[in-house]
């Protein structure tokens, strides 16, 4: 057995902890997770990775959101952590060279319909009037964070008060474009830290299940021709 084939048969064993991990968030990954492992090395490695990584940043957001009960200001701080790994997952399914808010807009856009996204989480411009998608929405509370250390503010709402779908926490997110300019971005969101994650994780799922299909697919298959195994028999 080469290195190659060992490292697979290494994450093979990884499975139920990942599978268990994202069943926390209503995310059944098993599935993807064996149709994976029977791509070639070079085209599983990344999908561990990138596993890897949310998994981790997903904990280091659950102790922020711990925090965040004993007063401290983090939602911002969390919001920047996902939405830079889900540019990250995205690199998976496309061109790599596409632009921050590109990447991060095809990560949410694979669940925008199916979950109505952008009623659940928005931003509003006031000039001039301008009403953002929830991605456009993640992503300028991340550039926020990035570029100014903004973090103060709730965005989520409260776990108890996430029932009230109607009623959503309503926060401000400064960007500042040049010395002259701030953009001043009224946040809507109707929906609690832990029901974000749950569609986060949908959405990687499906992110998975799309790389999978542009892996398996007839031309890339035939410019990888050794992911075909032949019958000796």
Known sequence: M????????????MKKDFVSFFQIYQSDISKIYDQVCQLQYIHLQPVIYTLAKIKKIIELCNYLEDQK??????DKLKIFLLTSHSEIAARLITNKNRSSKDLINSFFNLIKKENQLDSLIRGRVKEPFLILSAADTLYAIRNEYAHQGNFTSNVFQH?????HINIPSICSSKIKETDDKTTII?????????KF????CRALQKLLTKYY???????????NPTIIKLSTT
């Open 197 to 200: 994650l749950e569609l986060y």
């Open 213 to 223: 299909k542009q892996k398996t697919a007839p031309s890339s298959v035939a410019t």
């Open 159 to 163: 776990e108890n008060m996430a029932i």
């Open 69 to 74: 009960k004993s007063g401290e200001d983090t």
């Open 186 to 194: 009224n946040v809507e969101c109707k929906i609690a830290y832990r």
């Open 2 to 13: 080469n290195y190659e084939e060992y490292q697979i048969e290494t994450w093979k064993k």
